[in-house]
């Protein structure tokens, strides 16, 4: 079987015509909205959450196909989680994929309004999507998602975040904040094929705990581009967590501490997976993706 890393360019290419076609056929009265909407998922997304969930359809035998338009709307909440974490009253940050954020483009209140009707397409996407099994699965699959982005996922996460500025948190606190705002999509995104396919209790657990590991080393990692990169090169500011001393594991435990912390648990994310042997290399692939990125 060709390697998934070799089929991400087509895969992301397809979440890339879903996302223009899901946008241009919305109903649309405000012409500043939708294109606010359009803005903030057409500028060059690295699309991790879809291919995350094509990995794990890939790994349990899933139709891709099926999976493209939870793929696509997974991909319009993260957009709409984007905005809203710029937004001044959250991290007040101006650049992000190398352009100005949404409500510096646009203003705050189209911005708000774009990402809250990102998430209303989202929901209304999936709901109407072809579903091949009952539609009460398909309600438990809308539901899981509904439930990973709000008080007990990420906005939870994302609460936790912003309490945290200018405390001294110890690393299991700062990773369950990580595994709240970050890591609950990503875990989302993965678990979602197994709406599609009955799996046994040991495979969703497995599933799950490789999730939950890589949903925290992808948080980490993202730290650590920040703290170490250039702002040309991951097209964002590298001081939006030091200056805010946000609660941030390089800040709080250090540069090596946080890679030894990535690869600990990127270890123990593919660990997890042995139980389904060689047909999860697609997700061992976009673990290795997530702990090596530079952007
Ligand atoms: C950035 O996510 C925000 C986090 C949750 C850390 P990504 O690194 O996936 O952002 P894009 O979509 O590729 O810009
Ligand atoms: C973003 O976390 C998490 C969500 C959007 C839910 P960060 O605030 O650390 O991510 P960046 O650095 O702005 O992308
Ligand atoms: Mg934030
Ligand atoms: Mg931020």
């Known amino acids: 079987m060709a390697s998934f890393k070799k089929q991400i360019p087509e895969f992301k290419k397809s979440i890339n015509h879903h996302l223009n076609m899901i946008l241009y056929e919305s109903d649309q009265s405000s012409k500043e909205l939708s294109e606010a909407m359009e803005y903030s998922v057409m500028n060059g997304g690295k699309r ?13 035998d899933v139709e891709t196909e099926h999976i493209i338009p939870f ?5 319009l909440l993260h957009s709409f989680s984007l905005i809203h974490d710029d937004l001044p009253c959250m991290d007040d940050d101006s650049i992000r994929r190398g352009q100005p954020t949404t409500h510096i483009k646009f ?30 699965a398909q309600l438990d699959l809308i539901s899981m998602i509904a439930k990973s982005i709000g008080s007990a996922g990420m906005a939870g996460g994302q ?24 890591g609950k999509l990503l875990k989302a995104a993965i ?39 250039d702002e040309d090169m991951i097209g964002k500011s590298v001081v939006s967590d030091k200056s805010k001393n946000k609660a941030a594991y390089p800040i709080l435990f250090g540069i090596n501490e946080s890679k030894n912390r990535v690869k600990e648990l990127y270890e123990s994310a593919c660990d997890s997976l042995k139980v389904f042997g060689e047909s999860s290399n697609s997700l061992r692939e976009m673990a290795e993706i997530i702990i090596h990125r530079k952007l």
């Open 71 to 75: 793929a696509t709307a997974i991909e």
């Open 191 to 229: 678990l979602a094929p197994t709406y599609f396919r009955k799996l046994n209790n040991k495979e969703v657990l497995a599933l799950i705990s490789f999730s939950e590991s890589i949903g925290v080393a992808f948080q980490i990692q993202d730290d650590l581009i920040e703290a170490e990169g």
């Open 159 to 182: 609460s936790l975040d912003l309490d945290s500025e200018n405390k001294k948190l110890d690393p299991s606190s700062v990773e369950n904040i990580y595994m709240l705002k970050t």
């Open 107 to 136: 203003g705050e209140a189209t911005a708000t309004l774009a990402a809250d009707s990102l998430q209303s397409l989202a929901f209304e996407s999936m709901a109407k999507a072809k579903f091949p099994k009952s539609k009460s």
């Open 48 to 60: 991790i959450r879809p291919m995350m969930m094509l990995a794990s359809a890939m790994a349990i």
